[in-house]
Structure formats: structure tokens, C-alpha cells
């Protein structure tokens, strides 16, 4: 700052002003700065400007999850979102990986040590001891999918998995299937139970049975495969499936394949999801529900700008709509 006060012929507290956009400078010495600053190649002092400002233009992507998790295609886009949305809003993203208790002390000491300024945070697993550990943290901190523990008092940005589900089941049942399978995901997760329950809820509400027809199984290509085995196994008659996630569903195909049924003639195959380099790609291309995770991305880091405005904003649940993607598997 020195320099460019030096270089331009004008007062340190005249160069600080103008560089920083105050209205009392005048043109003709706002111009004289800019022009220094540029010659002399100037970037200022962030951790000087963040004594200031209290501010350190970084913002936390929290991911309650193991590190192997980015191949997971959700998350993978989750992450790439979040890169994208706080650098278009001027923010630096520091990624943060909490999966063990030891991760968890780790994670909220960094939160409340002043690195960044707030936090997106995904904690999918109802078990899951870090949103209420974030609870009396003092920067603002937005929830991508549901909180665990924590009903109130939050701000969450999620999607609407119950509607999403809904809509996949109506689809087939509207195309004459009457034994509609599932393969759910892992039940210790919000959106999974959600997806879950929509499936149930609309078989019962079109006078069909759901018994014996659902299987849990993690969100991977093997889990998606074993639960598809397990559901023939147990109802060979079933004549369609919703699978709670595009990943699953490649395994669901195959598994399907591998014992002679003809997608969509005598299996139907619905997913949730709708993966750009999945979905799409597949063989038939696969029905799914489309959610977008930027748009969730850009949700979050919206609402996180304006607490960081300081505007007050009433903590609330935003739910986001699907809607479903219709290929040739069903």
C-alpha cells in the first residue's frame, strides 16, 4: 500500500480509499491509484485486510463422510458445485473430510478457530453427532440435506425425496406394473427413509401391496446388484423396481440381465438421481428423478451470503423439486 501511495503521489489513507471503492476520492486520484496498483502488480495483504473486515473470504464444504466417498457420483458433484458456487461469489472452499470422533473435535475446532467464514455442511446419517456439535458455533452454517437430531433452529436446503419417489411409482404403476419392487437405500439417512416412504405410500395408495418387496442395500453398484438378487430370490413375479439411486441401479440392471429379464418388457426400472454420465449412458437408458446438486449447491451458498450480510433470516427448511427424466428402462 505503501508503494502504490509512493508511485501514484498521493497519502496512504488516499491510496487505501481508493483501492477499497470509497465515494470520498476523487476521480482524478482514484485513477492515479488504480493505474499505480496495476503497474506494480499490487494484490492486498489478506490477512491484514481479514484483521479488518473479521473476514477471511473462505467458506467450509463439510462432508460427514469417508474420504473414498468422491466415488460417489453425487458427492463428487457435490464437490465440484461447491468449487464453482463460492469461487463465482468470490470465496475460496476448504474441504473438509469428517468421518471419525477424532475427525469430529478436529473439524469443530477448525470451524471455531476464525479460518473460515461459515459453513455448507452434509451430514447425511441420522446417527451423526456433528450438526448438534456445530450447533454453538458462531459462523453461519447451512445444511445440505436434513440435519440429524436437529429439527429446528437450522437452515437446510434439501430436495423433495418423498415427492420424487412418488412421482418414479406413479410412472410405473401408470404404465400397468402392479408388483413394484424397491431397492432402498441405507436407512440411517434421511433421503433414503424419504424415498422410502414414498414408494410405500403410493403403492398403498393405488391398492397395491408393498410386503416382501423392498430390499436395503448402501449406495454402490455391488449393494444395488446383491439387493436385486435377494428380490428375485424372494418375489420372481415382481415386474418393475425403483432404485433409490442411479449407482445402484447399474447393478440392479446387470443383476437383472444376468438372470434373462428384459428391461422394460418384463422389468421396469426406475432410479432417483438422473447422473448426467450414468443415467443417460446406460443399457436402456435409464428412468430416473432428476435432482440437480448445484442448484442445492447454489441454494446453500445464496442463503449463506445473505446471513453473512448479516440479514436476518428466519432458520427454515428449503425443499427444492424433481422431476422425472423418462428413458426407455420403463
Known amino acids: 500500500m505503501e508503494d502504490v501511495a509512493a508511485f501514484a503521489g498521493v497519502s496512504r489513507s488516499t491510496a487505501s480509499r481508493a483501492l477499497n471503492d470509497d ?65 463465482d461469489v468470490g470465496r475460496q472452499m476448504v474441504l473438509i473430510f469428517s468421518d471419525t470422533r477424532e475427525d469430529l473435535s478436529k473439524t469443530v475446532r477448525f470451524l471455531e478457530g476464525g479460518h473460515v467464514d461459515g459453513a455448507l455442511v452434509f451430514a447425511p446419517h441420522r446417527a451423526d453427532p456433528l450438526p448438534k456439535a456445530l450447533r454453538l458455533l458462531r459462523i453461519p452454517i447451512v445444511f445440505g440435506g436434513q440435519a440429524a437430531g436437529i429439527r429446528r433452529g437450522v437452515h437446510v436446503v434439501d430436495f423433495d425425496n418423498e415427492g420424487g419417489a412418488r412421482l418414479a411409482v406413479q410412472h410405473l404403476v401408470a404404465a400397468g406394473r402392479r408388483r413394484i419392487a424397491t431397492v432402498a437405500g441405507p436407512q440411517d439417512q434421511s433421503a433414503p427413509i424419504d424415498r422410502l416412504a414414498g414408494w410405500r405410500k403410493t403403492l398403498l395408495d393405488a391398492g397395491l401391496d408393498p410386503a416382501d418387496l423392498a430390499e436395503e442395500a448402501d449406495f454402490t453398484l455391488s449393494g444395488g446388484a446383491n439387493a436385486m438378487s435377494a428380490l428375485l430370490a424372494r418375489r420372481p413375479d415382481l415386474d418393475a423396481v425403483f432404485v433409490a439411486s442411479d449407482m445402484m441401479a ?41 435432482q440437480d446438486p448445484r442448484e442445492q449447491v447454489h441454494a446453500m451458498v445464496e442463503i449463506l451470503m445473505q446471513l453473512l450480510d448479516d440479514q436476518d433470516l428466519k432458520p427454515r427448511q428449503h425443499v427444492l423439486p424433481v422431476s422425472l427424466a423418462v428413458r426407455a428402462s420403463s
Open 23 to 87: 465515494a470520498y476520492v476523487s476521480a482524478a486520484a482514484r485513477e492515479k491509484v488504480l493505474a499505480a496498483a496495476r503497474d506494480l502488480g499490487y494484490s492486498p495483504n489478506q490477512a491484514a485486510r481479514s484483521l479488518v473486515t473479521r473476514r477471511t473470504g473462505a467458506v467450509a464444504v463439510v462432508l460427514s463422510e469417508p474420504e473414498d466417498l468422491l466415488l460417489d457420483h453425487y458427492r463428487t458433484a457435490v464437490v465440484r458445485a461447491g468449487y464453482r458456487e463460492l469461487a
Open 250 to 290: 447399474v447393478g440392479a440392471l446387470r443383476t437383472l440381465d444376468a438372470a434373462g429379464r428384459r428391461i422394460p418388457d418384463d422389468v421396469a426400472v426406475v432410479s432417483f438421481d438422473d447422473n448426467a454420465t450414468l443415467a443417460p449412458a446406460m443399457d436402456p437408458p435409464l428412468t430416473s428423478v432428476h
